[in-house]
């Protein structure tokens, strides 16, 4: 049975930062995308087995201190002073995207902070021959068809139900504004780290050498945002990697195929 997360709130130097935590077990950190979600399917589901940290960044959510996050480095910092505050010793992190990118950051400046990496769809790279696709200012009909493999997905679904009120404001329907509010949010969050250079840091690359963990990289195969070549690099660069792609899936695995990203984490993981 999916065990229950719990929300609190740890008191950071950037300010209040909300936090969903809950099972027992080897710590497990789970770093969001720019979407700012908490998949709490799969957060629960591993919950069975670990003691599952889910840390809403700065800028997302009810977290503060976005304004005291400029770049990369900035948020690295974020995350050392959260490892202290929430003791945590050597946890699994998993990241998606943003969090995944996170996750490298914070890995290849302090490779002993983290067990192992779970990356999903992991943006941080930029190749020139497979470019990552614009996220600013697409209507939220186009965002759904690059995240979701599934538009009848209920997100999707919503997602282009916005599209279709933002393009004629004299349609009568139910907005989604537990789903409208949180999106722009995030976005302006998101747009702080990832404007210029654009989802990406041009050393990433080079530092990989860095990260000293076992690494499980995840791409979903119809992902319409972060090209596949990103993961198939991931995985050859980085020391002890391995890749796992998932043809069902696109960009928001960990909401399409929560159940089967959970499976993977727990082979990989050994629990």
Not at 15 to 30: D, E, K, M
Not at 104 to 125: F, K, M, Q, W
Not at 228 to 256: C, K, N, Q, S, T
Request: proline fraction near 7%; aromatic fraction near 8%; glycine fraction near 8%.
């Amino acid at each position: 049975m999916p065990t229950d997360l719990t929300e609190a709130r740890v008191d950071a130097p950037v300010g209040s930062i909300q936090v969903y935590r809950g099972g027992a077990g080897p710590q497990l950190v789970y770093l969001h995308s720019a979407g700012g979600e908490t998949p709490f399917e799969l957060l629960t589901d591993l919950a069975d087995d670990f003691d599952v940290i889910a840390p809403v960044f700065p800028g997302f959510g009810e977290s503060e201190g976005i304004e005291a996050i400029d770049t990369m480095e900035d948020a690295v910092f974020h995350l050392l002073d959260l490892w202290e505050r929430l003791e945590l010793s050597q946890p699994v992190v998993m990241g998606v995207s943003l969090g995944g990118w996170m996750a490298l950051e914070l890995s290849t400046r302090y490779p002993d902070h983290a067990r192992a990496l779970v990356l999903i769809n992991a943006v941080g790279l930029y190749l020139e021959d497979a470019p990552i696709a614009e996220l600013f200012g697409r209507p939220p009909n186009e965002l759904a068809e690059m995240l979701f493999a599934d538009q009848s997905h209920p997100i999707a679904q919503a997602m282009h139900s916005m599209a279709e009120f933002v393009g004629d404001v004299g349609i009568k329907m139910e907005i989604p504004l537990e789903l409208v509010v949180p999106m722009w949010k995030a976005l302006g969050a998101t747009a702080r780290l990832g404007w210029d250079p654009y989802m990406h840091s041009p050393k990433l690359r080079g530092r990989l050498r860095r990260v000293t963990c076992p690494v499980l990289v995840v791409a979903g195969e119809q992902d319409g945002f972060v090209p596949i070549e990103h993961a198939r690099v991931y995985a050859a660069e980085l020391p002890d990697a391995r890749l796992e792609l998932m043809a069902d899936g696109a960009h928001w695995l960990h909401m399409e195929l929560p159940a089967e990203l959970a499976a993977l984490t727990r082979g990989f993981l050994g629990a």
